[in-house]
């Protein structure tokens, strides 16, 4: 069974009136096996949140088909394995770190909550501001402090909307090391971005998703034997674009 199956899933925004309507997902279809580091690449608006959205049940398609390990998106069992760090993530500015991740520990039911969040406060690099108050972290620091709450019920799918957005080079190396110890630890990670060099040494496969609809898919190394995955990205979007022009 497959960590996800996405089978021809279209989503279209209407707007007022049905005016300005826009089609976010246009017949995307896409697997990930267990294990496997799956990066989903795509320019802005290219429809990457709408589709993690739908994995997420937070959205819903108007067609089509979403399945985390064999069960539908929009039932809560199908959530129940997932770790997810949404690209706006918000923690509560008033709280201390370790209270915040405290507060999520509980939601989820825990146990030993404290050993959890200091393994995962020392994983995401960010153990000696454990005191702090989230709003005095900088904007790498929320993004290490969130993926740590991602992390928190150990699930077995990960899903990272923009997880290095924000972070500094060394921030990238602390994050692509972690990605490939939870892979290590049999889980399943799926990661959108369209910062190509970092995610091209840590997926297994990667999507190419262009306006709602994908240009291609593969391993690194079948896209990038002749091109940087940069260039690939590059020429797939520019010639995408070229046909829609003429
Ligand atoms: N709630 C919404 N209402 C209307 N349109 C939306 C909504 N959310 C997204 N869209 C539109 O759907 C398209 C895809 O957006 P989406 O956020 O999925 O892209 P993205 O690939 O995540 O982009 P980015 O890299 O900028 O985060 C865009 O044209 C966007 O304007
Ligand atoms: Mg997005």
Redesign the pocket.
């Known amino acids: 069974m497959n960590a996800i199956e996405i089978v021809e899933l279209h989503k279209t ?1 209407h ?1 007022l009136l049905r005016r300005n309507s ?1 089609e ?1 997902l246009k017949g995307v279809s896409l697997s990930v096996k267990q294990g496997e580091i799956f990066g989903l690449l ?10 993690i959205k739908i994995l997420l049940g937070i959205a819903f398609a108007d067609r089509g088909q979403a399945l985390i390990f064999g069960m539908d998106s929009r039932t809560p069992q199908a959530r129940r394995s997932v770790g997810y760090l949404p ?1 706006d993530h918000q923690l509560p500015e008033y709280l201390r770190a370790w209270r915040a991740l405290d507060f999520f520990a509980k939601l989820y039911g825990l146990q030993e909550r404290r050993s959890r969040i200091e393994e995962l406060l020392h994983a995401v690099g960010i153990a000696e501001r454990r005191n702090s108050k989230v709003r005095e972290f900088s904007k790498g620091m929320r993004q290490r402090l969130g993926l740590a709450q991602a992390l928190l019920p150990s699930p077995k799918l990960l899903i990272l ?2 997880p290095t957005a924000n972070l500094d080079p060394l921030g990238r190396k602390d994050v692509k090391d972690l990605l490939l110890r939870l892979k290590e630890q049999g889980a399943t990670v799926f990661i ?1 971005s ?1 910062v190509l060099t970092e995610i091209e040494r840590v997926c297994d496969r990667v999507a190419i ?1 262009h306006r ?1 609809q994908l240009l291609t898919e593969g391993t690194v190394d079948e896209l990038t034997q002749e091109k940087s995955l940069e260039d690939v990205f590059v020429e797939l979007v520019r010639g995408a674009h070229a046909m829609e022009q003429s």
Do not use: R, V
Request: hydrophobic share 25%; aromatic share 4%.
């Open positions: 925004y707007g826009i976010a795509g320019p802005n608006g290219a429809g990457k949140t709408t589709l690209e909307d923009e959108s369209h998703l709602g």
